[in-house]
């Protein structure tokens, strides 16, 4: 089965911290995703990669970067975090291909900015 | 755009009836794929089912099937002999050119025993 790791299940933080969220996938999927998620707006993607150190801004990558150094990992920055980037932060990976492939989900990371 | 439109925020059934969640989509594109997604209180994501654009025939695994009706650009779910375990939120998206998910808000199933 494949198996998406997310570091922590809960975390809390304070406002202006710089915070990083990882993930890691044992499947050796090209493709790997951040996403929010928030009550009434679904998911939302943040940034994906679709290989070593390539990366692309999703629909909303104000305040986020990411970093992925190795082909089954890749991480999620908060600069400086912000009470309104509280909310739930789901991993994802998935094989590349003509947009056929499911995503395998980590088990998330809610995220508390205070 | 591209959007989802899930228009039922909750819906509730009996253990062992059938349920319908609804789902519209927008896109200009004509080759894509469609998916429902699981997400239980557990919270892992899990893919229920999927349906190629391209085919007419609709989707079914076990007790969940489709009713995909492309030019009405809409794919709903049906879950037949509901069970407990089906209880959950329940995603709509679709993919284009590549693999970037668009997602709905969600439904949420409760069911009743």
């Known amino acids: 089965d494949v198996k998406v790791t997310q570091s922590s299940r809960y975390l809390v933080k304070r406002t202006g911290e710089k915070v990083f969220l990882e993930c890691v996938q044992d499947?050796?999927?090209?493709?790997m995703f951040w996403y929010r998620q928030d009550p009434g707006l679904g998911l939302r993607l943040i940034y994906f990669?679709?290989?070593?150190?390539?990366?692309e801004k999703g629909d909303i990558p104000e305040g986020y970067s990411v970093s992925r150094e190795k082909k089954e990992r890749f991480s999620l920055i908060l600069e400086s975090a912000s009470t309104n980037q509280t909310s739930m932060y789901l991993c994802?990976?998935?094989?590349?291909?003509?947009?056929?492939?499911?995503?395998?989900f980590g088990d998330g990371t809610r995220l508390s900015i205070l | 755009a591209q959007t989802v439109t899930q228009s039922q925020p909750e819906m509730s059934v009996q253990e062992a009836e059938t349920v319908t969640l609804s789902c519209t989509y927008d896109?200009?594109?004509?080759?894509?794929?469609l998916f429902w997604y699981k997400q239980p209180p557990s919270r892992q994501m899990i893919l229920v089912i999927r349906?190629?654009?391209?085919?007419?025939q609709n989707a079914t695994e076990n007790r969940f099937s489709v009713n995909f009706q492309k030019a009405a650009k809409s794919f709903s779910l049906k879950i037949s002999d509901s069970q407990l375990g089906d209880a959950a939120m329940y995603f709509c998206?679709?993919?284009?050119?590549?693999?970037?998910?668009?997602f709905g808000a969600g439904t949420i199933l409760r069911v009743k025993s």
């Open positions: 994802a990976s998935g094989r590349s291909g003509n947009g056929n492939q499911p995503q395998h």
């Open positions: 499947m050796d999927h090209e493709n």
């Open positions: 990669s679709y290989d070593v150190k390539m990366k």
């Open positions: 896109t200009s594109e004509s080759d894509y794929y």
């Open positions: 349906q190629e654009a391209y085919k007419q």
């Open positions: 998206a679709f993919t284009i050119r590549g693999n970037k998910l668009v």
